[in-house]
């Protein structure tokens, strides 16, 4: 069977007005969904996106792009952006890359990242997006671990790459520069290709996206996603965002995460819509509100640290009239955001969930406008069965108790679940126990059916749109020599969700002092992308532990909900070091 006919399903379901018939058409939709036998092989790329989207609506844009800094900008047809990813996918298939191949992707929010995207998707390349923010150490960190054989990066980070790849022992088969690098292949020289190309013979269940993910005990994980659960499973993400055929979508996240793949790709052009990317450096909210009034968007998806900014603004300067869907996800707003949000477009900020590991698995759909509460995330997607659960995997049906957000299997595997951590059967083995896939979350329902989220099952912190992994910061920490032994937790703050907190026992012979704590924030500063650097740094005695000499960061985190406002003896807060400015921030 073809899945052309379920994208066309999803589009026309999309465009139903009333919304309560868009419910109950959704959930019909998905429940057939997820009965149907999908074909053994499947390329998005060459059967969507060129033989449906490009057939029908090759002239419309795919993708609106603009320099927040330099005021460029430019747009790309379906037609124009099909020709330019098969341009890049023909000038690495000429340097030896073939299906199957790793295509590190470290680029900012720029056209040739869409480009490099379509060609991954349609060669068969596992494509392994990858921040820009992240240091020599972690990118080195990613080589070994998995070996690339084609990178794209832009100008500014290739001697890191360069660094990176010879410590890793490593030689990729192409590196492409966007700019000019010594040793690295100008983008520009791509543009002679031909702008056709042969899709690779692609498997439903061959691996075509490596997202690097923070974990809570080890360093970051490799979350495998197919040829299905990504392009397939996120027409779960387009219904509950309501995306429809020509609507110009914008999402605020940069590539190297899995949210940029979810709504920057894939929600977007599964349904025959606009993707739109504004690049900047440093955000700046009026320019950001003023691109989005000029390019007329429709449907925009932000973090909930932005929306705290955007409503700030005197809102009744932009015409933000186009807005349809306004979409957030991360934790729950404050009412009085969603209120003045409302007043400025009409439209009320719905909040959703979902990991790097899945789509779109909770939300509130464009049906529930009108109906939602203050702080709930909504109800499970129809594409996955979801319930609660207690430690023991027992399905908790009892209002208002917090319980594990867990994916039942058993019934139906929900197509946008994620298939392996890659080569780490154990990690794997332990997320998916007794015919059911652990999120690593906690939430509860009420009477009424409604989700709230609780918060990490574990101990990854949530700051500011990014999860960091305690591991990763303790094991920078722990290098410096005055550091004998550290735990690092996440506390509550109403700008950020959390902050990095890191407590920290002394080796002998060191005493603690603001000196000692300048020094180790510079030492993160070195070795730690910026989101993830400690903020707070508490030099401690002990650190409170289980029997079996676990560190109890649970009992950390619930100290310093229980502190006053008072200042702790040894407590030093990043903000407080006018020495670190010119740092990282």
Known sequence: MSLVSVYREAMELNTIKDMGKRETEAKAFFEKLNKTDLPEKFNWAAEIF??????????????????????????????????????????VRKNGVEKGNNLYMLTPIVPETWFASFAGLKGGLVSVPTATSMTEREIQFRFEAYKPDVIISFEGLTDLVDDALKKADCTPKAKIVLGQKDGWVSYSEIDGE????????????????????????????????????????????????GLEPGDIHHNLSAPGWAKWAWSSLFAPLNLGATATGFNFT??????????????????????????????????GKYDLSAMKYSLSAGEPLNPEV???????????????????????????PPWMEGKMRF?????????????????????????????????????WRALGLFHEYIDDPEKTQAAFQNNLYFTGDKASFDKDGYWWFVGRSDDVIKSSDFRVGPFEVESALIEHASVMETAVVGIPDPKRHQLVKAFVILSEGHEPSRELALELFKHTIEVLAKFKIPRIIEFVNELPKTISGKIRRVELRENEEGKKAEAVSNEYFYHQFPELSSKKK
């Open 50 to 91: 060129e033989g449906m989207h490009v057939k029908e609506r090759g002239d419309q844009p795919a993708l609106i792009w603009t320099d927040l800094e330099t005021d460029a900008e430019s747009q790309f047809t379906y037609k124009e952006m099909a020709a330019n990813g098969n341009k890049f996918l023909n000038f």
């Open 282 to 315: 440093a955000l700046n909210i009026e320019k950001y509100i003023a691109a989005i009034a000029k390019y007329k968007v429709n449907s925009f998806c932000a973090p909930p640290t932005a929306w705290r900014a955007f409503v700030g603004l005197d809102l």
């Open 375 to 411: 702080g709930s995330f909504g109800y499970p997607a129809y594409m996955y069965d979801v319930i609660l659960a207690d430690d023991e995997g027992n399905e908790i049906t009892t209002p208002d108790e917090p319980g594990h957000i867990v994916v039942r299997l058993n019934n």
């Open 194 to 241: 031909s702008a056709e190309a042969d899709p690779a013979d692609v498997g439903r269940d061959d691996v075509l996206f490596c997202f690097f993910t923070s974990g809570t005990t080890g360093l970051p994980k490799r979350v495998g996603h197919s040829a299905v659960s990504y392009p397939v499973g996120h027409l779960s993400t387009a219904v509950i965002q």
């Open 338 to 364: 969603i209120e003045r949000w409302k007043k400025a477009t009409g439209t009320e900020i719905r909040d959703f969930y979902g990991q790097t590991e899945s789509t779109a698995m909770i939300g509130n």
